[in-house]
């Protein structure tokens, strides 16, 4: 270890004891011990019907198709929450400190990552219970070898400064994980071939140690794969180069000034910078999302008559996140907001625009639903205009009460920047949704979406006057919520 690695190690130390929380290690162990409950709880549970059915030995042949089975969720994981260092600050820049012990220093940070060890240590517990404890452990090194490849493609991404370092990532990546899936599917394939089929396979109960020898070569192949994939990673790293760190750097001709920006690009901006925003809102889209898909089955739309219960929350609520904030981010700089000739009805105005041009977006990526899944064109049409015209529109009120916010902090368990007046107003989504549902329920489908397209027009064409009045009132009460926003 060379000293300059060995000093990298000793502050990276520093500063994690500096930054130590006990709420950490109380979330950490409060969902551990809530995941372990579930798991034992199931595995009683179903004690009674393994005793009567035992697991079939050939199950062993899962495990590498199950660490493998973790690779997309892993890598959106990460590029949901994984924020760790691949560039140098200034600091150690001026240290001598070469890229070789630099991207070291990367690689035992990402090695020791809790994010690459949750879904392996998760993997393997649950492997303890049902499987034998061989088969646990090749799982657990097989899981995390699999989230290992991910993270340090991450690094390299993220460090990458062009298209001609990004482009070989995104083959490479495509080539190993075209080459992984065949290299366990095929083999687990060839064994159930050699055993008679599918179907033979899963009923065999015997001691079968070919199974087990069958299991440890793929395993063994795929450990190899991933070692070789994530070697070729940090050596790519290794020798990649920012555009910082280029002896030829572009030298911009003049800076950059506010001209330069305009006041509709800094909404997004300040979405996809702040990691508080960005978090809470990808992961509210993701989930409503995905559950306005699985409303839409043919099975649950039989139940609740053709409505889609989550189309509004698809549709509206990843706005309402941002919504109920409005303020609360400029409330971090409003010392040198209100010098520049920005009114506030100006703000308010541009900022609702943006909630409903996020709306529309969702209501875009739902549009699948209509062309392939039998969702109606004019409900989802009507629902957009409720959502921007209704659902979102009297959260643009809670400008006069927001609180400053942290931009970058977590947004997992975090109250900051939430008062009684914002949660006493929240409840005010309640009316918009009883009007949704009660008005698909009790009225034809075709008044139902009348009526209801009808008063998300009539709000989009009243926002500009409430928006107006709000930004009076708010002109009248602004140094009262300057005073609060200093003492926050």
Same mark, same amino acid.
């Given at each position: 270890m060379t000293p300059a690695l060995r000093e990298n190690l000793r502050m990276y130390l520093r500063q994690k004891r500096h930054d130590f929380h006990w709420q950490q290690i109380f979330l950490s162990v409060y969902f551990g011990g809530l995941y372990l409950a579930v798991l034992l709880a199931a595995y009683f549970g179903m004690r009674d019907e393994l005793a009567a059915h035992p697991i079939p030995s050939a199950a062993v042949l899962l495990v590498p198709i199950v660490a493998i089975g973790i690779q997309f969720g892993d890598l959106l994981m990460k590029l949901f929450w994984r924020r760790s260092p691949v560039e140098m600050d200034d600091y150690l820049r001026t240290r001598p400190v070469s890229p070789s012990d630099w991207s070291r220093f990367v690689l035992i940070d990402t090695a020791q990552g809790f994010l690459q060890w949750m879904f392996a240590l998760a993997l393997g517990v649950a492997a303890v219970l049902f499987l034998p404890w061989w088969s646990a452990i090749l799982l657990l090194l097989l899981a995390y070898s699999v989230s290992m490849v991910n993270a340090l493609f991450q690094n390299c991404w993220r460090r990458a400064p062009a298209n001609q370092w990004t482009l070989p990532l995104v083959f490479g990546y495509l080539f190993w994980t075209a080459l992984m899936w065949t290299l366990v599917v095929g083999s687990t394939l060839l064994e159930a071939f050699r055993a008679g089929g599918m179907d033979a396979l899963l009923e065999s109960t015997g001691p079968t140690p070919s199974y087990a020898a069958y299991t440890f070569c793929a395993s063994a192949a795929l450990l190899a794969l991933n070692v070789l994939a994530g070697w070729f990673l940090h050596r790519y790293f290794t020798r990649m180069k920012n555009h910082n760190e280029e002896t030829h750097a572009p030298v911009s001709a003049r800076a950059r000034n506010l001209g330069d920006v305009s006041l509709w690009s800094i909404e997004w901006v300040q979405l996809l910078r702040s990691k508080r925003l960005r978090v809470s809102f990808i992961l509210i889209a993701v989930i409503f999302l995905l559950n306005t898909y699985l409303q !839409? !089955?043919? #099975?649950v739309q039989k139940d609740y008559h053709g409505i889609n219960l989550m189309l509004l929350f698809g549709v509206a609520f990843p706005s309402i996140i941002l919504a109920q904030w409005v303020l609360g981010i400029e409330a971090n700089f409003f010392s040198g907001i209100w010098t520049k000739p920005?009114? #506030?009805?100006? =703000? @308010?105005?541009?900022?609702? @625009? %943006? $909630?409903?041009?996020i709306c529309g977006a969702m209501a875009v990526l739902i549009l699948p639903c209509v062309l392939w899944m039998g969702m109606s064109f004019w409900m989802l049409l009507s629902t957009l205009l409720f959502g921007c015209?209704? $659902? #979102? @529109?009297? %959260?643009?009120?809670?400008?006069l009460f927001s609180s400053r916010m942290d931009l970058f902090s977590s947004a997992f368990f975090n109250y900051q920047g939430g008062n009684k007046q914002l949660n006493f107003f929240s409840f005010i989504m309640f009316i918009p949704?009883? =009007?949704y549902f009660a008005s698909y329920f009790l009225l034809p489908t075709l008044y139902a979406h009348l009526l209801i397209g009808g008063l998300g027009l009539v709000g989009i064409l009243l926002s500009r006057p409430y928006i107006h009045w709000i930004s009076n009132i708010w002109h009248r009460r602004r140094y009262k919520i300057m005073e609060r926003w200093l003492t926050e």
């Open positions: !839409q !089955q043919p #099975v920005w009114p #506030v009805e100006g =703000i @308010l105005r541009r900022k609702y @625009l %943006f $909630f409903c041009a015209g209704v $659902f #979102v @529109l009297p %959260f643009m009120a809670t400008c949704m009883g =009007i």
